[in-house]
């Protein structure tokens, strides 16, 4: 089944399809263990050092309950809240590599087809 993206790079493309075609390109790149990874290098560091004490406190207390314990437990609703937090970071990375890769295939192809158009242009001068 064709993605919008799929569409996109067909050349049946408007605004709306581009911000379709560029929610495909998020959903893949999500699945991509190596996009995320990148996605996650980028937004290493970007919170705040208390929001990383919070998380260093919620981590050491999460050491100290037994895992029959955990569901329910006040320091699993503690890291849920700030996985919430690295989950929204890293779902922004992934939308900004999405985008970018978008705006360069757009680009590039903008660049193929003046050539194909100079080309043209240059047979029938011939």
Known sequence: MATAYDNWLEGACGVDDD??????????FAADPEKVAEADELA?????????SELERAMADLDGVEP????????????????KVHGAARREKL??????????????????RAEMRRD??????A
């Open 19 to 28: 911000a379709e075609a560029i929610g495909d390109l998020i959903a893949n």
């Open 68 to 83: 029959a314990d955990l569901l329910g437990s006040e320091v699993l609703t503690r890291l849920y809240r700030l996985a």
């Open 44 to 52: 290493d560091g970007e919170q705040s050092g208390e929001h990383y």
């Open 95 to 112: 939308q900004e590599l999405a985008e970018a890769a978008f705006e360069t295939h757009r680009e590039e192809s903008a660049e193929m």
């Open 120 to 125: 043209s242009r240059q047979e029938w001068a």
